[in-house]
C-alpha cells in the first residue's frame, strides 16, 4: 500500500512546482501544448525523486541543480533569477513535514491553492458571464497567484545563443 504522507507529499510537491511563477513564465514564452505537458512531467518526476532515497532525501542545492538541469534540456530555458532555488528549498521542506509529522502543513497548502483556484473561476466565469466552461483541466498558462514564498517579479526574454535557437532565459530585474 502506498504512504498516505509520500502521497500527500508528491500532490503538494507537484502543486507546488505547477504554480511556480518562474516555470509558468517558460511555458506562456514557448508557448505551446508539449511545454505544457513537460511542466506537468516536471511536477511528478522532481517530487518522486525524492521517494527514490527516502532515508537520504535530497537537499536544496541539490534539486535546484535537478531542476536547471531539466529546465535547460526539455525547455531550453536557462533560469538564473534565483527561484529553482526557491522552489526547491520549498520542495524540502514539504518533504521534511511529510515525513516528520507535520504533514496538516501541506493539506493547509493545498486548500489554500484549492480557495484561490475557486475564486479565479468565479472571477473567469463572471468575466464571461457564465459561456465558458470552469471545469475543463487548467493550464499553466492561466494568471494565479503565485504560491507561498511569493516569487519576485521575473524577466522573461528571448535570447539567441551560440546557434539560432530560441531559449528561454528568466533572470531578475
Known amino acids: ?19 511556480w511563477g518562474t516555470l509558468k513564465s ?33 537537499i536544496p542545492v541539490e534539486v535546484d541543480e535537478y531542476i536547471r538541469e ?15 532555488l526557491d522552489i526547491s528549498t520549498r520542495l524540502c521542506q514539504m518533504y521534511h513535514d ?6 496538516a502543513n501541506l493539506q493547509t497548502y ?7 483556484q475557486m475564486a479565479s473561476l468565479r472571477l473567469d466565469a463572471a468575466k464571461d458571464n457564465g459561456t465558458e466552461d470552469t471545469a475543463e483541466t487548467p493550464t499553466l498558462v492561466a494568471a494565479s497567484t503565485p504560491a507561498q514564498p511569493p516569487v519576485p ?13 530560441e531559449w528561454v532565459t528568466v533572470s531578475r530585474k
Open 1 to 19: 500500500a502506498a504512504n498516505p504522507n509520500h502521497e500527500l507529499f508528491l500532490k503538494a510537491g507537484g502543486q507546488a512546482i505547477l504554480h
Open 26 to 58: 517558460i511555458v506562456a514564452q514557448v508557448g505551446d501544448d508539449e511545454a505544457n505537458d513537460k511542466a506537468i512531467w516536471l511536477s511528478e518526476v522532481v517530487p518522486a525523486w525524492f521517494l527514490d532515497t527516502p532515508d537520504d532525501p535530497p
Open 70 to 84: 531539466i529546465l535547460y534540456n526539455d525547455f531550453d530555458a536557462v533560469c538564473e533569477d534565483g527561484t529553482a
Open 98 to 103: 511529510a515525513t516528520h509529522d507535520a504533514q
Open 110 to 116: 493545498l486548500d489554500s491553492l484549492a480557495v484561490k
Open 153 to 165: 517579479s521575473d524577466e522573461v526574454s528571448n535570447g539567441n545563443q551560440a546557434e539560432d535557437d
